[in-house]
C-alpha cells in the first residue's frame, strides 16, 4: 500500500479548508441547527431533572454571533471563502522585489501588498494591494495605466480584491487586451474609522490619497502618469472619496467611478468632530462637497465619471447624486448616472465595475 505524503495530505487540507464556500445561507442554516442540537440537548437534560442550564449559556452566545456574522457576510457579500478571513488569498503573490525585477511567468497577473508611506501628509505607512497585469511581466519595457479602488467603512484595502472581484474583473480585461495596474489603498488605519477620505482630525488622508499613493506606485513601479492615464473608483464612503478626490485633484486624476457613494462627507458625530477645530468650518465643508466644487473650480469640470447607485438603495442618496449630475452636465462636464437593481452590497459594486472599467478603459493611454 502506497505511503501518505502528510506534508501533501496537509496541503490539501489546507486548501481544501480556505475554499470552503461561507458566501451562503447554508452557513446561516448551519449555525441554526447547531442552536437546535443545543436546544434539543438541554431539554433533553431537563427531562432528566439535570441542570439543563448549565452548559447552553457558554455555547449559545458564540453560535448565535457566529450565525449573525454569517447572516451580515451573506448579506452584504463581502466574503466568499473560509481563506478570505484570514488573507489567505485566492490569487497569487508576489514582493515588490519580485515585481520589480519584472522577470516572472505570472500568466494570470500578479498581487502585491504593501505599505505606502504618507511622506507629504503625515499619515503613518499604511497598507496596500497591487495588482498587476501580465502584460507588466511580458512587456518589462512597457508602462502601464493604473486604476485606484477605495473600499469603504467598515472596511480594508483587502475589500475590493476579495468582496468586489476586481482582480478577476482585471484579469478579463487584461486578456481582452486593455491591461491596467490595479492599486486598493488603505483610507484610514483600521477597518473601523470613517476619514471620508478629507484632511481633517483623523489625519491628512486626502492628501495621503490624492499624492502620497499615486507618488509612491508611479515611482516604484513602471507606470503611465498623467489625469487620463490614472483613474479612481471606490465603494460606498470609497466612492464619494473617488468622485471628490477627482474633482478636488483633476491634474492627478481624470476619470472617476462613484458607486454608492455621496456627494459631501457624512459622519455620525458631525462636521465639527469630522474636521476638528477650524474657524472656517463652513468653507472647508464646502471644499469637500462636490456640487460646491464644480461650481467654483472650472478645472475640475475636466473630469469625466460614472456614478451607480441601485435601484434599492437609499432614495435620498440616489437624489443626491442625480442632482450634482445634472448641475455638472450644466456646466459642460462629462459626467453619466447609471441604476440598474441592487442595494448597498458588494454585489451591486462588482456588477457596477464590471460596468465601469471598461467604460473606463479605453479613455486611458494604451500600454507604451
Not at 80 to 97: I, K
Not at 165 to 194: C, F, H, W
Request: charged share 15%.
Amino acid at each position: 500500500m502506497e505511503s501518505v505524503d502528510p506534508v501533501n495530505l496537509i496541503g490539501f487540507m489546507g486548501s481544501w479548508f480556505d475554499n470552503i464556500d461561507i458566501n451562503t445561507n447554508w452557513a446561516v442554516y448551519f449555525f441554526i441547527l447547531l442552536l437546535v442540537l443545543v436546544g434539543v440537548w438541554c431539554w433533553r437534560r431537563g427531562r432528566k431533572h439535570k441542570r439543563w442550564y448549565f452548559w447552553p449559556l457558554p455555547l449559545v452566545l458564540p453560535i448565535l454571533l457566529l450565525g449573525a456574522l454569517a447572516s451580515v457576510n451573506v448579506y452584504f457579500g463581502l466574503y466568499n471563502r473560509m481563506g478570505d478571513l484570514y488573507d489567505a488569498y485566492p490569487f497569487p503573490t508576489a514582493s515588490v522585489e519580485e515585481v520589480q525585477r519584472a522577470d516572472g511567468q505570472y500568466t494570470l497577473g500578479i498581487s502585491v501588498q504593501t505599505e505606502i508611506p504618507g511622506t507629504k501628509s503625515g499619515i503613518d505607512a499604511s497598507d496596500a494591494l497591487i495588482w498587476f497585469p501580465p502584460q507588466y511581466f511580458q512587456q518589462p519595457q512597457v508602462k502601464f495605466p493604473v486604476v485606484y479602488l477605495v473600499p469603504g467603512t467598515p472596511g480594508s484595502f483587502t475589500d475590493w480584491a476579495l468582496g468586489g472581484n476586481a482582480i478577476r474583473t482585471a484579469q478579463t480585461s487584461a486578456a481582452a487586451g486593455k491591461p491596467t495596474i490595479i492599486v486598493s489603498p488603505s483610507p484610514s488605519y483600521t477597518e473601523l474609522d470613517d476619514t471620508e477620505c478629507v484632511n481633517g482630525a483623523q489625519g491628512n488622508w486626502q492628501d495621503y490619497l490624492a499624492q502620497d499613493v499615486p507618488d509612491y506606485v508611479n515611482s516604484t513601479f513602471r507606470t503611465m502618469t498623467g489625469p487620463k492615464n490614472q483613474a479612481i473608483a471606490g465603494l460606498s464612503m470609497g466612492g464619494y472619496c473617488a468622485q471628490i478626490i477627482s474633482l478636488r485633484n483633476p491634474t492627478e486624476f481624470g476619470i472617476f467611478g462613484n458607486f454608492s457613494g455621496s456627494t459631501m462627507p457624512t459622519y455620525d458625530d458631525g462636521m465639527a468632530a469630522l474636521f476638528g477645530p477650524i474657524p472656517d468650518l463652513d468653507e472647508t465643508v464646502n471644499t469637500y462637497t462636490s456640487t460646491w466644487v464644480i461650481q467654483n473650480q472650472p478645472q475640475s469640470r475636466t473630469v469625466t465619471g460614472q456614478v451607480y447607485i441601485g435601484a434599492q438603495d437609499d432614495d435620498d442618496l440616489i437624489s443626491d447624486e442625480q442632482a450634482f449630475v445634472k448641475a455638472a452636465k450644466a456646466l459642460g462636464m462629462d459626467v453619466e448616472f447609471i441604476t440598474f437593481d441592487g442595494a448597498h452590497s458588494f454585489y451591486f459594486w462588482t456588477t457596477a465595475f464590471e460596468k465601469w472599467l471598461p467604460w473606463a478603459l479605453p479613455q486611458m493611454g494604451s500600454p507604451r
